[in-house]
C-alpha cells in the first residue's frame, strides 16, 4: 500500500508551500488519483531556529512536536521538515516519534556525489545551519569537499534571506546582491551551489543568476516521493 507525507512547517510557511508544490510537481502522475497523500501543520508559531542556536533563544522542540503530533493523528507514514536550520534538533523529534523523519541533509549530500562528483559546492544558509555544521558533517560523509562562506557572505545571506524573503520583500531589487553573493563565492572555487536554507530556492527561482544549483527542498521531496512508494522526476 502506498504511504502518506507530514509536512512539519511554518518555518517559514512560504518554504512550506515551497516544498509541497515539490513534492506535487516531481511525483510521476498522469492524473490527480496518482498523487500522494499530504498532510500539512503549517505551525508558524515554531520559534526562530538560528536565534535558539546563536542567541539563547526559545526552544522551538515544544511546538515541533506539537505540530509532529498532529500529523501522526492524520496517520502520516513519515515527516518532512522544510527548514535546514531545523534539522539541528531532528534527533530531539525523532527520538519522540516512531514515524521516520526524513533528512534534508542526507538527500542533499547523496545528490551532490551522485550529481557533481570530484567538484566542489559552497554551502548557502544561515548562520545557525553554518555555524552548528550540520551540513559540514552530512558532505563530509558522503566525500564530498565543500566551500563555506566567509563573515561577509554570511551577513548577506542572512539579510536576503531574513530581510528580504522571510519579510516578503520584493526579490527582483535583490538581483545584484545575489549575482555578487555567487560570483565572489565561485572565486574562491565554488563549482556549484547549496541552497541550503528553504528561502533560497524561492529567490534562485526568481531571479535569473546562473548557478548550477542544488536545491534541498526540491532532494526532499525526491527522498520523501521514493519513500512512500512512488517514482520521482529527476529534473
Not at 531532528?90 to 533528512?103: F, G, K
Not at 545571506?157 to 553573493?181: G, N
Request: include cysteine.
Amino acid at each position: 500500500m502506498k504511504k502518506t507525507i507530514g509536512i512539519l512547517g511554518g518555518m517559514g510557511p512560504l518554504a512550506t508551500a515551497d516544498l509541497f508544490r515539490k513534492i506535487v510537481t516531481l511525483t510521476r502522475a498522469d492524473r490527480d488519483n496518482d498523487h500522494i497523500r499530504v498532510y500539512i501543520d503549517s505551525n508558524a508559531a515554531i520559534p526562530d531556529r538560528t536565534a535558539a542556536i546563536l542567541s539563547g533563544g526559545p526552544d522551538p522542540v515544544p511546538e515541533m512536536l506539537s505540530a509532529l503530533r498532529h500529523l501522526e493523528a492524520c496517520g502520516a507514514d513519515c515527516i518532512v521538515m522544510p527548514c535546514n536550520t531545523a534539522h539541528y534538533f531532528l534527533s530531539r523529534l525523532q527520538a519522540a516519534t516512531d514515524t521516520p523523519v526524513l533528512s534534508m541533509l542526507e538527500a542533499t549530500a547523496r545528490c551532490c556525489a551522485r550529481r557533481y562528483p570530484g567538484e566542489r559546492p559552497a554551502v548557502l544558509a544561515t548562520r545557525g545551519t553554518l555555524t552548528t555544521g550540520l551540513y559540514d558533517r552530512a558532505l563530509a560523509a558522503a566525500g564530498v569537499d565543500f566551500l563555506l562562506p566567509d563573515e561577509e557572505e554570511r551577513d548577506t545571506l542572512m539579510y536576503l534571506i531574513y530581510d528580504v524573503v522571510k519579510a516578503s520583500r520584493p526579490l527582483t531589487p535583490e538581483s545584484d546582491v545575489w549575482r555578487d553573493l555567487l560570483a565572489g563565492l565561485r572565486a574562491r572555487g565554488a563549482d556549484y551551489f547549496i541552497l541550503g536554507c528553504t528561502e533560497l530556492p524561492i529567490l534562485a527561482d526568481t531571479l535569473a543568476v546562473p548557478g548550477p544549483f542544488v536545491d534541498p527542498t526540491a532532494e526532499l521531496a525526491r527522498a520523501a516521493i521514493r519513500f512512500c512508494g512512488y517514482e520521482a522526476a529527476e529534473k
